[in-house]
C-alpha cells in the first residue's frame, strides 16, 4: 500500500494537471496494492471548501463518499497510535497537525508517502517509512553529495531539486550553441561563479519569458525560499534558458552572481551594485521580483505597477533604452515626438504583462 498526501488525492480524483505524469503513473501502478488516504485528509478537504480554497463539482459530502470509492482507495483511522506517533516525529517537523498524522500514519504503517508538499519532502524520516516522492532512486550519488559539499549547499535542497526535475544534477550543463550549432559546456564555476547550481531547461533557444518557465521559478521559489535557497532564470549564451539556484534569499544576488552591465541612453556604463541600487528605488513606488539575469539582462515580474506608469516608463528607457529592440518600439532615436510615443508603447507593454525584460546589447 501507498498513502496519498491530501493535495495528491485531489488531484488524483480530479484528473488534476498539477498531478505529474511520472505521479500518476506511480499512484495506477499501486492500484492494486491499495491507496492510502489519511481519515484526517477528509477533514482537510472540507477545510478547504469552507476556507474557498477549493471548489468541489458537488457537495462536499458527496464528493468525499465518491472519492472514497475510488479503485484502490483505502481510508485509514486516526488511530490513539497515530495520534501518539504524531507528536514523536524526529527531527524538526512543522507544526501542521494535519501533516503531522498524515506522515505519522506512513510511519507506522511503514509505507511510502506521495506528496509534493515541500515541509514534508525536507524531513528526512527512515527511507521505508515516508517516501521521498517517488524516490528510492531520488538519492544523491558520491559526486552530487560532493556537489552539494562544494557548494555549500543542504543535501536535502539538491534532493529537492532533483526530484523535481527527475533527472541527475551536475555542476555544469551541455549545451547546443546557438552559433554554430556546437556541443559546448555551461559550468556553474564559469557562469555562476560556483555560487549556485546550474539547471538546464532546454537544449536550443527558447524565449526567456515562456509561461511554462515562469511556473517554473514561481514553483522552486515557493519550494526553496523557506530553506533559504532561491531559483532564477539566467541564460546561457544569451539564448538558451537554465535554472540557476543560490543560497540566498536576496532576489539581488543573481545580479551581483553574474555580474551584470549596463549603458544607459547617455552611454554611462552602470556597474551591478547602482543597477541594484536603482532597482531598489523603484520598490518604493512598485512591487515586483526578481525573475532572473544574466550579464546583460535583468528580468521583472511585477506584483503592483507603479502609480505614474508613463514616468515610470520614460526613467526605465533612460536606463534601458536598448528595450526598443526587445519590444520592437520605434522612436527612442528620433525626435521629441517619437520619444513620447516611444514611452506610451513601453508603459502599455508594462501594464499589460506585468513584466519587463531589462537588455544591454
Not at 501542521?96 to 511510502?112: E, F, K, M, S
Not at 515516508?130 to 550519488?141: I, K, P, Q, Y
Not at 531559483?231 to 549564451?237: I, K, V
Request: hydrophobic share 40%; aromatic share 10%.
Amino acid at each position: 500500500m501507498i498513502i496519498l498526501d491530501t493535495h495528491i488525492w485531489i488531484w488524483w480524483v480530479h484528473g488534476d494537471p498539477q498531478l505529474r505524469h511520472d505521479y500518476q503513473a506511480f499512484v495506477q501502478a499501486h492500484e492494486s496494492q491499495g491507496l492510502g488516504i489519511c481519515a484526517i485528509s477528509c477533514w482537510e478537504v472540507a477545510k478547504l471548501v469552507e476556507r474557498g480554497r477549493l471548489t468541489l463539482p458537488l457537495p462536499v459530502g458527496q464528493w468525499l463518499t465518491q472519492a472514497l470509492t475510488y479503485p484502490g482507495i483505502r481510508l485509514l483511522d486516526l488511530s490513539p497510535e497515530v495520534a501518539i506517533e504524531s507528536t514523536q516525529l524526529p527531527g524538526a517537523f512543522h507544526r501542521d497537525p494535519a501533516d503531522q498524522i498524515i506522515v505519522a500514519t506512513a510511519r507506522l504503517y511503514r509505507c511510502p508517502l506521495v506528496t509534493m508538499d515541500t515541509n514534508i519532502l525536507m524531513f528526512r524520516s527512515p527511507p521505508d517509512c515516508v517516501g521521498w516522492r517517488l524516490s528510492e532512486d531520488m538519492e544523491l550519488t558520491a559526486e552530487e553529495k560532493q556537489l552539494a559539499l562544494k557548494l555549500d549547499f543542504d543535501e536535502d535542497v539538491l534532493r529537492l531539486v532533483k526530484s523535481e526535475f527527475q533527472k541527475p544534477l551536475e555542476p555544469f550543463a551541455r549545451l547546443i550553441s546557438p552559433i554554430d550549432g556546437s556541443s559546448v559546456v555551461w559550468s556553474s564555476t564559469d557562469i555562476l561563479d560556483g555560487k549556485g547550481l546550474p539547471v538546464k531547461l532546454a537544449d536550443r533557444y527558447v524565449w526567456v519569458w515562456e509561461p511554462d518557465y515562469l511556473e517554473v521559478i514561481h514553483r522552486m521559489r515557493s519550494m526553496l525560499l523557506p530553506h533559504g535557497y532561491m531559483a532564477f532564470l539566467t541564460d546561457a549564451y544569451g539564448t538558451i534558458p537554465c535554472l540557476a539556484i543560490l543560497k540566498t534569499a536576496d532576489q539581488y544576488e543573481i545580479v551581483r552572481v553574474v555580474e551584470t552591465h549596463g549603458w544607459d541612453i547617455d552611454d554611462k556604463q552602470w556597474q551591478p551594485d547602482e543597477l541594484i541600487a536603482k532597482l531598489q528605488e523603484w520598490e518604493h513606488l512598485c512591487d515586483f521580483t526578481v525573475v532572473g539575469a544574466d550579464y546583460d539582462n535583468i528580468k521583472l515580474e511585477f506584483r503592483t505597477l507603479p502609480h505614474d506608469l508613463i514616468a515610470f516608463s520614460e526613467e526605465v528607457n533612460r536606463l534601458c533604452w536598448e528595450l526598443q529592440q526587445v519590444y520592437e518600439i520605434d522612436g527612442y532615436g528620433g525626435d521629441a515626438s517619437n520619444k513620447r510615443r516611444a514611452v506610451k508603447q513601453l508603459a502599455h507593454i508594462i501594464r499589460e504583462t506585468h513584466k519587463v525584460y531589462l537588455w544591454w546589447d
